[in-house]
Every structure is written in C-alpha cells, then in structure tokens.
C-alpha cells in the first residue's frame, strides 16, 4: 500500500514553479498502477520522491507503514525497489550474479543464501544462463532483466519501473510483459509504452507539468484521444 499526500517537489529554489505540485493518490496492495505524461510531467521525479533519493518540499508518503524519511531508508530499501530508466545506472559489479547478489550481502545475507536466492530469481526471470556474464556486456534488453532481478532478489513489496520497456526489442519487450505481469508486488510503471500500460495496469495516473490531471481506468484515459492530445501525448 502507497499513500502519498500533499506531494510537491522543486529541484532548485529558483524554481518558479514546482517540479510535483500536491500530488495525492493512493495505490493499495497488489495493484499495478501507470505513470503517463508527456516529457518532463515529472514521472521520474515522482518515483525517485517514492524511494527516497528526492527530498520533498512538502508532503507526506507512507509506504507498507513506513514513512519515506532519511532516517528510515534503510527499511525503504527492503520494501520499495526501483529499476531505474538506464540500467547501466543499476548494473555496477563486474558479474550479472555479483551485481544481483550484492544487495543480499549487504543485507546480511551468508554466501550460500545469497547464492541460492541469485540463482533462483535469475531463474525466475528465465536468464539462468547470464549468471556468469559480465554485466556490461549484455545486450540492453538483458540489461533490463538483470536490473529487474536484482531488485526483485529484495523482495520488495513495491515496484517502481521507469520506462521499462526503453532500450527493447519487441521480442524482450513481450517477454518483460510478461514477466512482470506474473509478479505478485504492487506496481508503479513510468512509461510511454501506451500498450504496455494497457497490458498491465488496470489503473492510470496521468501527470502534467507535475499535476494530476486525470486518475481512473486504464481502458478508458488510454483510449480517450482528447485527454491524450491534451497531456502532451
Ligand atoms: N536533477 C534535476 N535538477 C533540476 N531539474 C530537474 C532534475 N531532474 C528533472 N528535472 C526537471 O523536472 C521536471 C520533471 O522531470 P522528470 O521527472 O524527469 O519528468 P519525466 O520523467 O516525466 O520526463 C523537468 O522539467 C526536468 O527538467
Ligand atoms: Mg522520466
């Protein structure tokens, strides 16, 4: 469950105006929610409040009980993951399964465990045969896929995407559809994929120039040209 309150953000003070301006919405457990807009709605910025990364302005969010405050990042990071936009940002160990294992290490996890976990979630995800590749190596849309694994290899309850479907060809693009259609977390999916939105979330969220500007069914904002034309889309 994410519930977000009076949301506003600004990058620099001389800001005119804010990035995110009182955004409120909630997302309950198990629900998978699309983030539209137009270039520079404030997506991104939205997600990176969610995990931390960006201080609000103003605002409170709360997530599976735990508020998103400094002094509580740590517990965030156990909930809340997040496969950023470019996974070169997200890939930075030498071997897909030392990248994945690592969060477990520093988590306390024992080699083994974190070994058995690596294996099983690369599985999970049907890229077995990376484990051993060299993580800058890969193509993008494997890239995509290891990032996704070590994220999921937390266990996180919350899911934030940002454009996952960037960078793929229609083949890895299907199968990450795919994939993430058969995951139990709550999901907040950043994208311009219309079709992707469509295929996985019940529920979209449209932002403009860092408002809300329209909250309801996937299958009808998606489908509505007008609100589309308006939103920059
Ligand atoms: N680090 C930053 N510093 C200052 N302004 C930023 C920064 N990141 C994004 N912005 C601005 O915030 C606005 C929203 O950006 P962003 O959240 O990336 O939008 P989106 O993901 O919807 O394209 C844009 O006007 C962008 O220029
Ligand atoms: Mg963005």
Redesign the pocket.
């Known amino acids: 469950m994410v519930q977000v309150t009076n949301l506003t953000v600004q990058?620099?003070k001389a800001?005119e105006q804010a990035?995110?301006q009182d955004i409120s919405f909630s997302v309950p457990a198990g629900e998978r929610l699309a983030?539209i807009?137009?270039?520079?709605?404030?997506?991104?910025?939205?997600?990176?409040a969610l995990i931390g990364v960006?201080k609000p302005l103003r605002g409170e969010m709360v997530i599976n009980g735990v508020p998103v405050k400094e002094e509580r990042l740590r517990e965030l990071r156990q909930t809340a993951g997040m496969v950023f936009?470019n996974p070169e940002d997200q890939l930075f160990m030498p071997t897909v399964q030392d990248d994945i294992a690592f969060g477990l290490r520093n988590y306390g996890f024992d080699e083994q465990s974190a070994g058995a976990r690596t294996g099983a979630i690369l599985e999970r995800l049907g890229i077995g045969h990376l484990k051993a590749r060299m993580s800058h190596k890969l193509s993008g849309g494997e890239k995509r896929m290891a990032a996704l694994a070590g994220v999921l290899v937390m266990e996180p309850s919350l899911l934030l995407l940002?454009?996952p479907s960037s960078f793929l060809d229609p083949r890895s693009r299907r199968n990450l559809i795919t994939v993430l259609a058969s995951l139990p977390q709550t999901m907040i999916i950043?994208t311009h994929d219309l079709d992707l939105a469509l295929a996985l979330c019940p529920r979209t969220l449209f932002?403009k120039t860092?408002r809300i500007f329209a909250d309801g069914p996937a299958g009808e904002l998606l489908r509505d040209p007008a609100l589309l034309e308006q939103c920059g889309l």
């Open positions: 990058y620099t800001d990035v995110l983030l807009g137009a270039n520079g709605a404030g997506k991104s910025t939205l997600l990176l960006i936009q940002d454009e950043a932002l860092g």
